[in-house]
Nanobody
Framework: QVQLVESGGGLVQAGGSLRLSCAAS????????MGWFRQAPGTEREFVAA????????CYAASVKGRFTISRDTAENTVYLQMSSLKAEDTAVYYC????????????????????WGQGTQVTVSS
């Protein structure tokens, strides 16, 4: 099991940017594929972005593609979500998640494929 701690959330105006961080500990970070999900009040958790274990593949939800970028720093055991051109509809609690896939290049959008989750960080975008 890997422990995940998100940070970097906050209040930002529409059109602004934020960078979320997710620090991992407890296991070898390079063995894990990482993902970001979000959940707004009254809605189900939804996929935002993911990166393969190898780091070579990324995938994004259509709603954030071109505005959000996922990256990882293996030396720092940290995955990031750079968010730009933020919209009011991006307001949610953002969660970091980790999984150990058998295929290093796979990129999963399914929340059920991730075993370990952080506690979440609130992002509020004011219009």
């Amino acid at each position: 099991q890997v422990q995940l701690v998100e940070s970097g959330g906050g209040l930002v105006q529409a059109g602004g940017s934020l960078r979320l961080s997710c620090a991992a500990s407890g296991r070898t970070f390079s063995n894990y594929a990482m993902g970001w999900f979000r959940q707004a009040p009254g809605t189900e958790r939804e996929f935002v972005a993911a990166m393969s274990r190898s780091g070579g593949n990324t995938c994004y939800a259509a709603s954030v593609k071109g505005r959000f970028t996922i990256s990882r720093d293996t030396a720092e055991n940290t995955v990031y979500l750079q968010m730009s051109s933020l919209k009011a509809e991006d307001t949610a609690v953002y969660y970091c998640a980790a999984r150990q896939p058998s295929i290093s290049s796979s990129c999963s959008q399914l929340a059920t494929s991730y075993r370990d989750w952080g506690q979440g960080t609130q992002v509020t975008v004011s219009s």
